[in-house]
C-alpha cells in the first residue's frame, strides 16, 4: 500500500497563520476552503512535523520532514476561475518565512536539480494578485519533472478548471505528492523529498462525487483515466474526505 509519506519504510505575500497540527489538523482561519469544514485524516501528522498554513485561495499542509506540502486544498467556482483568467503570472517564487529555515524548502534547492517547482494549488486557479503572488510560495510547490508540469499536469489542472466553469456550486479540490521509498530521492541542501507520484482530488458537492487524477511523476507519464475516492483512500491511508457522503 502506497502512503501520503511512509515514514518507518521510506516518509513576499503571506496571510493566515502556521500552526503545529495534531492529526488532522484545524486549520481555524481557512477552514472554509475545505468541503463542510471537514479536514483531512493524516495519521502520521505528528511524525511528519506539520504545519497548517492559511492562503487567502487556498490552504496547506506542510511537512518539515519533506520539506513540501502534503496536501493543499483549494474551493474553486466558476466565477473565480473566469476572474483568475485575466491575473498575471508573477513566478516570483518564495520560501514561506512563516516556517522555521529548517523545516522549509529554499529556491537553491531546485537549482540545478533538474526539476520545476510544480504548484499545487495552480497560478492558473488564482483570483487575485495577491492569491496569485501566494501561489509562488514554496510550501505550495513540489519538485517535478519538467514535462510532467508543463504538459500531462497542465492538461489535468485546465481540465479542472473546465469542470469546474460548468459546475453549479464551489468544487472543491486537494492535490498533493505521494512518497512510496524507503530511500526517496532528495534535492539541494534541505533535501527536499521528490515525490513519485503527484494526485488531484476533485469533489463535487451538488452531485457528491468525486474522483481523482493520479500521476506519475516523470518526463514519460501521460494522464490517465481518473481512479475513485475509495482507490485513493486505498492507495495513501488518507481520508481526505472524512464524513462526506459520495455516490459512487
Known amino acids: 500500500m502506497l502512503h501520503i509519506v511512509r515514514l518507518a519504510a521510506a516518509a513576499a505575500i503571506c496571510l493566515g497563520v502556521a500552526t503545529p497540527l495534531q492529526a488532522g489538523g484545524d486549520f481555524a482561519q481557512c477552514r472554509h476552503l475545505f468541503a463542510q469544514g471537514s479536514i483531512p485524516q493524516v495519521r502520521s501528522a505528528q511524525k511528519l512535523g ?7 485561495a487556498f490552504a496547506a499542509l506542510h511537512s518539515g520532514t519533506t520539506k513540501t506540502p502534503i496536501y493543499v486544498a483549494e474551493r474553486l467556482s466558476s466565477e473565480q476561475v473566469a476572474n483568475a483568467q485575466d491575473e498575471e503570472r508573477t513566478n516570483r517564487f518564495f520560501a514561506d518565512a512563516r516556517l522555521p529555515r529548517a523545516e ?27 492569491a496569485m503572488a501566494q501561489s509562488f510560495s514554496l510550501a505550495n510547490t513540489v519538485p517535478q519533472a519538467s514535462l510532467n508540469n508543463r504538459r500531462s499536469w ?29 530511500t526517496p530521492t532528495v534535492i539541494g541542501a534541505n533535501r527536499v523529498w521528490v515525490p513519485q507520484y503527484i494526485f488531484k482530488l476533485v469533489y463535487d458537492p451538488e452531485t457528491h462525487r468525486a474522483w481523482v487524477h493520479w500521476i506519475e511523476n516523470s518526463d514519460s507519464a501521460r494522464a490517465g483515466r481518473p481512479i475513485t475516492y475509495r482507490e485513493l483512500v486505498r492507495r495513501t491511508g488518507v481520508e481526505f474526505l472524512p464524513g462526506i457522503a459520495l455516490v459512487e
Open 50 to 56: 506539520v504545519r497548517a498554513l492559511c492562503y487567502e
Open 104 to 130: 522549509r524548502a529554499d529556491l537553491d534547492d531546485y537549482k540545478g536539480s533538474g526539476y520545476d517547482r510544480g504548484h499545487m494549488a495552480p497560478a492558473g486557479d488564482m483570483p487575485t494578485p495577491t
Open 154 to 182: 497542465a492538461g489535468i489542472e485546465k481540465a479542472t478548471r473546465k469542470y469546474v466553469r460548468r459546475a453549479k456550486g464551489h468544487v472543491y479540490i486537494i492535490t498533493g505528492p505521494v512518497f512510496d521509498s524507503a
